[in-house]
């Protein structure tokens, strides 16, 4: 049986059974998602770490170019919470981009061969 797990994003009204992405694995596109996501999401709060794995987002609060063939890119970041910023596929905010983008460009720089966990 597929278990159904409600997305984290505060008042989101996606319908059960959605589809969603989980949270990430790695501990450091976990810590990106995290501090993106906190503001809108009350259900992360105090949560320690391997809880946040339970958690899920649903697809439609990933940008279109986040995918590719219909899957999400390894270090994609949901970035689309409002009703607006959902139909029109682009963040509210213009730094948004920027910021990630800066943080992609770091995080390919310092991407160890193996997890050192
Ligand atoms: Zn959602």
Redesign the pocket.
């Known amino acids: 049986m597929i278990r159904i797990r409600?997305?984290?994003?505060d008042g989101?009204?996606?319908d059960v059974g959605?589809k969603?992405s989980r949270w990430p694995h790695d501990p450091r596109v976990s810590d990106v998602w995290l501090d993106t996501l906190k503001p809108y999401c009350s259900g992360l709060m105090g949560l320690p770490r391997y809880r946040l794995r339970e958690k899920?987002?649903?697809?439609?609060?990933f940008e279109p170019k986040s995918f590719t063939r219909g899957r999400r890119h390894y270090m994609a970041v949901?970035s689309l919470f409002t009703a607006e910023e959902i139909s029109s596929g682009k963040p509210k905010y213009e730094n948004f981009h920027s910021m990630h983008a800066k943080w992609d460009h770091d995080y390919a720089k310092k991407i160890p061969l193996r997890c050192s966990k």
């Open positions: 409600k997305c984290v994003v989101c009204k996606s959605s969603t899920v987002v649903c697809l439609k609060h949901p």
